[in-house]
């Protein structure tokens, strides 16, 4: 039996593609070697940054994939469980980047607060004194590792099928060779994510794609509730759109002088709430294309000192865990290895914000324009 598309991996970025082939009608298959999803996409803050991606390209596909996933996660089951982002400013220097930012299209219906507003909207909180805010009202965040099982669900009951615990061992003419037997397609899609040795390695050592591996926690409630996802002045030297402004130079010399031990570990702080509560929060990123599995108590001191700075609180740890992405300079890769065959990884701690606008190019990139598909 041939699919129309086999897709290899299920990971946000696979499945993004999964939903784009079956609402064009497309036969579909995805393929995962594990039992169910446990990269990446279930290990993040499931937050749907638009506000701070890269200006351009990476920006306007946030702001594509954060409608597809308000639209997607009703019909899927998925709640919404925060909405839009608050990054606080703790510095003038941090301030001034975000009074450029908001000058600019990528500032276009977010707010500048005043400090002083921006503490009302932490009614609650003893924050750290604030020099001002930017609100964003782009943003929605989901429960990862509820939110992909959730997914996968729905796209099996549209007709997407599933194989796990079957890897895929090579790609040819034919469709995919697996551990378990041919799957015949006429077009396949690769999404492995930060697997750099099985499919087209050479792909992956030529874009000089390397691993990427974050800490993360989940801590207790903190018993109020928090009014957006949060932001601080160390997400402003590291997210694009607001490093590559020429404002961030001053934080970024300040910070070198009181926050080296942060940016040595490239911690900087998201702090998202759960719907009992609970704070998720994170992270820090080391590179290396066989990252060690040893979570730092050094790097988790970081995370919690800035939470202490920003909330005045830091509750106790109920989960720790660590996380990959694949990583390089640029923020996602399409490459072409033959006519019916198209590799997508994205390379930036993106992938949830941007695959599904992803999944809609490379779709039109092998069969063309989209014939105007409603979601069932
Ligand atoms: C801790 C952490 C926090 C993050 N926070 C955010 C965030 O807040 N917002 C955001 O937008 N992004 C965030 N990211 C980044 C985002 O999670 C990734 O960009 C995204 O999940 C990548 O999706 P993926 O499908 O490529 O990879 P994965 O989720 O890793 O999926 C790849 C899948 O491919 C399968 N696979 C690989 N090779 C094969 C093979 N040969 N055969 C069969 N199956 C194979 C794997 O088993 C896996 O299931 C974060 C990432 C981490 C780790």
């Not at 499945?15 to 990446?40: E, N, Q, Y």
């Not at 994170?282 to 290396?288: F, L, R, V």
């Amino acid at each position: 039996m041939s699919h129309d598309v086999a897709i290899v991996g299920a990971g946000i970025v696979g499945l993004a593609h999964a939903l784009a082939s079956i609402r064009r009608g497309l036969k579909t298959v995805v393929i995962d070697r594990d039992a169910s999803p446990s990269g990446a996409s279930i290990r993040n803050f499931g937050f749907i940054t638009v506000t701070g991606q890269r200006r351009g390209e990476t920006w306007g596909r946030a702001l594509r994939s954060a409608a597809i996933w308000a639209e997607v996660a009703p019909r899927a089951g998925i709640a919404i469980e925060q909405r839009g982002l608050l990054v606080l400013a703790r510095r003038p220097e941090a301030a001034a980047i975000l009074e450029a930012f908001a000058a600019t299209e990528m500032g276009e219906q977010c707010e500048l607060l005043s400090g002083d507003a921006a503490q009302g909207r932490l009614a609650g909180v003893q924050p750290a004194s604030l020099a001002a805010a930017l609100w964003s009202p782009h943003e929605v965040r989901v429960e990862s590792r509820e939110a992909i099982p959730r997914l996968v669900d729905w796209l099996a009951r549209l007709g997407v099928e599933f194989r796990f615990r079957c890897a895929a061992l090579a790609i040819d003419a034919a469709g995919v060779e697996t551990s378990r037997g041919r799957i015949r397609a006429g077009r396949v899609i690769a999404c492995p994510g930060d697997d750099l040795s099985t499919l087209y390695p050479e792909t992956y050592d030529r874009l000089g794609v390397t691993r990427c591996v974050l800490q993360m926690m989940r801590l207790e409630s903190p018993g109020y509730r928090l009014p957006a996802p949060l932001m601080t002045d160390l997400s402003l030297v590291r997210y694009r759109g607001y490093a590559d402004l020429p404002q961030a130079v001053d934080l970024l010399a300040r910070l070198r002088t009181e926050q080296a031990s942060h940016l040595e570990h490239g911690v900087h702080l998201i702090v998202t709430q759960g719907q009992d509560g609970s704070l998720i929060v994170g992270d820090s990123h080391h590179y290396a294309a066989s990252p060690g599995p040893f979570a730092s108590s050094e790097v988790e001191r970081l995370i919690l000192d800035e939470l202490r700075e920003t909330l005045g609180t830091s509750p106790a740890i109920r989960e720790r865990w660590t996380g990959t992405y694949a990583s390089a300079e640029a923020d996602m890769f399409r490459a072409q290895p033959a006519a019916h065959v198209r590799h997508v990884v994205v390379t930036s701690g993106t992938g949830a914000s941007t695959a599904f606008a992803i999944a809609e190019e490379t779709l039109e990139d092998l069969f063309g324009p989209a014939p105007g598909s409603v979601l069932p």
